[in-house]
């Protein structure tokens, strides 16, 4: 058995995929200025404008301080917008600005052309299946954001 190389466990494969996935991906929002975690914020922003902090971390399944860190460096970076709430005083929303609405664009155009790279290859009907069996992965270990992909404007 010399020379037989051992299968890594499908959980192995995953993390290695997920990331050099990632890893692509940051090499792009790089060209950006956007930095790893802050696409999420600036894709949910995108769809839903003025959304409080608290909500953007339920969503991100995140915990507050770290939405709240990320909409700062946001803000510095003239992308977000962060404004009190007309309501509660506790509370504060994020906006895009102009300069963030067009970084969603590329930050979109970003996610695709690394999709379109890893699917190489891949027939439709293959990469509907792989979407599929992903979505039921994150469901099995609990969920997360993972589980209920976020209407961001994304192919399928």
Do not use: W
Not at 123 to 146: F, I
């Amino acid at each position: 058995m010399a020379g037989r190389k051992k299968k890594r466990s499908a959980i192995v494969e995953l993390g290695l995929t997920a990331r050099s996935c990632r890893t692509a991906l940051s090499a792009e929002l790089a060209k950006l200025d956007v930095y790893p975690g802050q696409d999420a914020v600036l894709l949910t922003v995108g769809a839903r404008d003025g959304l409080s902090l608290r909500e953007l971390a339920d969503h991100l399944a995140v915990r507050p301080p770290t939405v709240t860190k990320t909409v700062a460096r946001l803000a510095a970076q003239g992308l977000l917008e962060k404004r009190p709430s007309a309501s509660d005083a506790r509370q504060n929303h994020a906006f895009l600005t102009e300069k963030g609405r067009s970084v969603v664009d590329g930050v979109r155009a970003a996610q695709k052309a690394v999709e379109k790279t890893a699917m190489q290859g891949f027939s439709d009907r293959e990469r509907k299946t792989l979407r599929k069996l992903l979505v039921r992965v994150a469901r099995n270990v609990g969920g997360g954001a993972g589980a209920e992909p976020a209407d961001d404007g994304q192919p399928e």
